[in-house]
């Protein structure tokens, strides 16, 4: 690919027309098993749809490129990808520092299911690098970073904890789900591996489940390719398909998305009825400075605090009419949630607990002047 360019990387990356038909799209090839020319005579490597299939080459090339790595793995969910991460790269006694805010499913993962496998793990402020290299033991093999956070919206400077894990002898991996590559590219800041739920802003339409390794060190990712074959859980053709259709209008929608949960945070950040707006790009947020520093503008993904409590949160959330009410995030259209009782329900009671006052909001691409009369409805 001569062209270099995040946008035109997009639409072209991993996508040269159909050489059999000069269909301009990869096809959806919807099919489990390939004829091969004498045995052992494979026509481009295909033998079975879970080792690989065309569709499912054509989205990994494509995100490989887009994050600026050597090899892009497309799995059956975001927990599936991480599954097969950790199962890749840690044994048991193994220990793993992981985000004091991290995705509540990534925290049962490593809490409910890793564990028993006999992988230790402590959590730490990760935004303090100082807190991580406490935390550090002589078996941490991984250092797990998410910035933006997911739901307190936290900072953490990704080429600063590169730093920390390099000295020591751990891999630093971040999940890059809230801010998609077209706002940062953690490999260029020293990552090893980016992990992503391509449910969220890669599919960006609220009509697939998918997840994605991506990483630039090449013995590491045939690693991963054994483990992604030998485990299976890989993503299927059409789901494949929808992410790499998605992925073409990734750098419009999110420009889109951007603008206008600026114009939404700073709305909140005005009224009454908020206590505190949690948002990357207002100056006073904590993160601000990084996130300014290794993102291109500051996500979508709003999280705000109301006057009145638990109680008065779950009622906002119950009372927009455009903004839906539901789990998930980074679809075309609006939603509004509550992390205590909804997304964040399964780390009630851990270190993770999130405040009942809090709301997330996943600001679509609608208008903004309806979504803004909406939330000031829904506050009223
Ligand atoms: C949704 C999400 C995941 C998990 O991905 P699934 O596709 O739901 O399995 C992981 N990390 C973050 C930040 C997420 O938002």
Not at 8 to 31: F, N, R
């Given at each position: ?12 990356a991993g996508q040269e027309p159909d050489a059999a ?5 990869p096809p959806i090839y919807q099919v489990s098993t390939y004829k091969q020319d004498g045995v052992g005579g494979l026509r481009g490597g295909y033998e079975y749809s879970r080792s690989a299939n065309p569709t499912r080459t054509a989205l990994e090339e494509n995100l490989a490129a887009?994050?600026?790595?050597s090899r892009g793995l497309a ?143 090449a013995a590491?990712g045939e690693e991963l390719a054994f483990h992604q074959n030998a485990?299976g859980?890989v993503a299927g053709p059409?789901?494949a398909w929808?992410?790499m ?136």
């Amino acid at each position: 690919m001569s062209h270099e360019h995040f946008e035109t990387l997009a639409i072209h990356a991993g996508q040269e027309p159909d050489a059999a038909t000069g269909a301009v799209v990869p096809p959806i090839y919807q099919v489990s098993t390939y004829k091969q020319d004498g045995v052992g005579g494979l026509r481009g490597g295909y033998e079975y749809s879970r080792s690989a299939n065309p569709t499912r080459t054509a989205l990994e090339e494509n995100l490989a490129a887009l994050e600026g790595g050597s090899r892009g793995l497309a799995f059956a969910s975001g927990l599936a990808a991480e599954d097969c991460l950790l199962r890749t790269v840690l044994t048991p006694g193994d220990h793993v520092v992981i985000p004091n805010d991290a995705y509540g499913g990534t925290f049962r993962l490593f809490a409910k299911v890793a564990e028993r496998w006999g992988v230790r793990w402590s959590v730490a402020d990760t935004a303090d690098a100082d807190a991580v290299r406490a935390a550090l033991t002589d078996r941490t093999k991984v250092i797990w970073v998410e910035t933006p956070t997911n739901p307190l919206l936290g900072i953490t400077d990704i080429a600063r904890l590169a730093d920390v894990a390099r000295t020591a002898g751990a891999r630093l991996v971040v999940d890059n789900t809230f801010a998609s590559p077209y706002l940062q590219q953690p490999l260029a800041l020293g990552a090893d591996v980016v992990v992503h739920s391509t449910t969220k802003y890669m599919g960006g339409h609220s009509d697939v489940v998918g997840g994605a390794l991506v990483t630039s060190d090449a013995a590491l990712g045939e690693e991963l390719a054994f483990h992604q074959n030998a485990m299976g859980a890989v993503a299927g053709p059409f789901d494949a398909w929808l992410v790499m259709r998605g992925v073409k209008t990734l750098a419009v929608r999110m420009d889109r998305h951007c603008a206008n949960a600026t114009r939404v945070a700073e709305m909140l950040a005005a009224h009454p009825k908020v206590t505190e707006v949690l948002y990357p790009g207002l100056p006073g947020h904590a993160g601000h400075e990084v996130a300014a520093k290794q993102m291109r503008a500051f996500g979508g993904m709003v999280s705000f605090r109301v006057a009145g409590g638990e109680e008065e949160a779950v009622a906002v959330c119950d009372r927009t009419k455009l903004f839906t009410l539901g789990e998930s995030l980074g679809g075309v259209e609006s939603l509004i949630e509550h992390p205590g009782r909804m997304t964040h329900a399964s780390v009630a009671g851990s270190l993770l607990e999130v405040p009942g006052d809090l709301v997330r909001l996943s600001v679509g691409i609608e208008s903004v002047d309806d979504l803004l009369a909406d939330l000031t409805d829904a506050l009223r």
